[in-house]
């Protein structure tokens, strides 16, 4: 449906690799994070039915995925950490409008674009790890992330005329690649 301005070079999943345990707590804080995103979303978008429904979905796949990942920093020996605040995140909520149906829409997508980055960058992550379970597991997040993306934008468009979303899809996304551009790479989603 879209494609990201910014295209993360391999040598940030070589970084995040390297690091692979600071990566995984990272990663099990995004998903638990994506998880209370979705019950946000449905809390506060009650009367949007089709949104409602998407959401609890969501919320369930995503506390799966948390499940999985501390599944894996079990085998590893790793703990979960604090929960840091996401310099990427911070920016891109910053793009947020505040009337009531502006907002809507533009929690919508930006988080298509946020899963868009995810599937981007677990992606990257498949390919810079060895073959193993591990590999299996960041393709079959890569996958789902993908299928989030799309989701997002399809329920704007159910709520909003079309021309409208992809014009602010646009905007977004020319801004969310001058945030990914800008940051440095470390090991984290973000």
Same mark, same amino acid.
């Given at each position: ?14 970084? @995040? ?5 600071? =990566? ?34 969501? @919320? ?43 907002? =809507? ?46 989701? *997002? ?6 709520? =909003? ?23 440095? *790479? ?5």
């Amino acid at each position: 449906m879209f494609e990201l301005k910014y295209h993360t070079p391999i040598e940030w999943a070589h970084i @995040a690799v390297a690091d692979f345990d600071s =990566f995984l707590q990272d990663h099990a804080a995004a998903e638990k994070k994506a998880a209370s995103m979705a019950m946000t979303m449905l809390s506060h978008y009650q009367d949007r039915t089709k949104l409602v429904k998407a959401m609890v979905d969501l @919320a369930l796949e995503e506390m799966i995925h948390f499940k999985q990942v501390l599944k894996l920093m079990t085998r590893r020996g790793v703990i979960l950490a604090n929960d840091e605040k996401d310099p990427y995140i911070n920016e891109i909520r910053k793009m947020f409008r505040h009337t009531r149906d502006e907002k =809507f829409l533009d929690r919508m997508l930006v988080a298509g674009v946020i899963e868009a980055r995810g599937h981007e960058r677990f992606s990257l992550i498949s390919q810079a790890l060895p073959e193993g379970k591990d590999k299996i597991f960041y393709d079959d997040i890569a996958r789902s992330e993908e299928k989030h993306k799309n989701l *997002f934008v399809e329920l704007a468009i159910e709520y =909003f005329p079309e021309d409208m979303v992809y014009k602010r899809l646009e905007e977004i996304l020319v801004e969310e690649g001058r945030i990914c551009s800008e940051l440095p *790479f470390r090991a984290a989603l973000h």
